[in-house]
């Protein structure tokens, strides 16, 4: 069973429901940064969630976007430019965070990981293992030759479920078609879903208990409001993805 796999293994431990932390928590802070790293950390984060691109030196570095438009106003791609390059842009203070530095700086912090480019697979295998974080890591993906790849390399860390996947599943799901959730879930350990796909909830009692049944976890994405976070919990989910990981701290603190 996907529970039996689960236990044990750091990025599982400790008390459900869990608070992952959006790029961190960046109110005051640029977002996938150090600084937002820790901010979130000491406000109840159980989990900081963050995505991946590389560098055009192969450098698996922190960041949302292809570009770098959104967060400091420079229109080129992160794979445009070389680690020296990047560490030259100003970005309030911080500048683009590299993977490894993110997990050597927080050695017992859990990341959940969110590969975004296929040429970030090298860089981000590489980091992972030299700062030896591999159960302290989630792998995530919306592609599954591209998160299967990361696990394979790095002995089949925690992974979530990537949207190839997940159509099935809440398919599955909403049809009642248990086997084939089960089936579209098989080797992975966790959902990470908006609470609707194709028009169809993802969290409604029928759809928790059905993931629930195939073994996974269920983390909902990116849920922000107090009375949603208070929904959410009170539904039986496992995790809340959000900018806000203070106010699901605090919800979570009064659920429990």
């Known amino acids: 069973m996907r529970a039996a796999r689960r236990a044990g293994r750091p990025w599982f431990a400790g008390a459900l429901p869990r608070v992952i932390a959006h790029r961190g928590l960046a109110l005051e802070h640029p977002e996938n940064s150090i600084d937002a790293f820790r901010a979130a950390l000491d406000a109840g984060a159980t989990h900081l969630e963050t995505d991946a691109h590389a560098t055009r030196d192969g450098i698996a570095v922190l960041a949302h976007d292809r570009d770098l438009s959104r967060v400091t106003g420079d229109p080129r791609r992160v794979g445009d430019l070389t680690r020296a390059e990047l560490r030259g842009i100003p970005r309030g203070g911080d500048g683009i965070c590299t993977l490894f530095d ?5 050695p017992s912090a859990r990341f959940n990981l969110d590969v975004k480019d296929p040429r970030a697979v090298p860089g981000v295998i590489d980091a992972i293992r030299r700062a030896g974080a591999e159960e302290r890591v989630l792998v995530a993906s919306f592609r599954t030759a591209r998160r299967r790849k990361v696990a394979r390399a790095l002995g089949n860390v925690p992974t979530s479920a990537s949207s190839e996947q997940i159509v099935p599943a809440v398919l599955g799901a909403s049809l009642h078609l248990r086997p084939l959730t089960r089936v579209a879930l098989r080797g ?4 990470q879903i908006p609470r609707s796909v194709l028009g169809l909830p993802t969290t409604s009692p029928t759809a928790i208990a059905a993931f629930h049944r195939a073994g ?4 909902v994405w990116t849920i922000n409001d107090p009375a949603e976070i208070d929904e959410l919990l009170e539904l039986g989910v496992d995790g809340i993805v959000s900018d806000r990981c203070d106010l699901v701290f605090e919800a979570v603190k009064r659920f429990r």
């Open 102 to 106: 993110a997990l050597q700086t927080f």
């Open 188 to 191: 992975v350990d966790a959902v």
């Open 216 to 219: 996974v976890e269920v983390h």
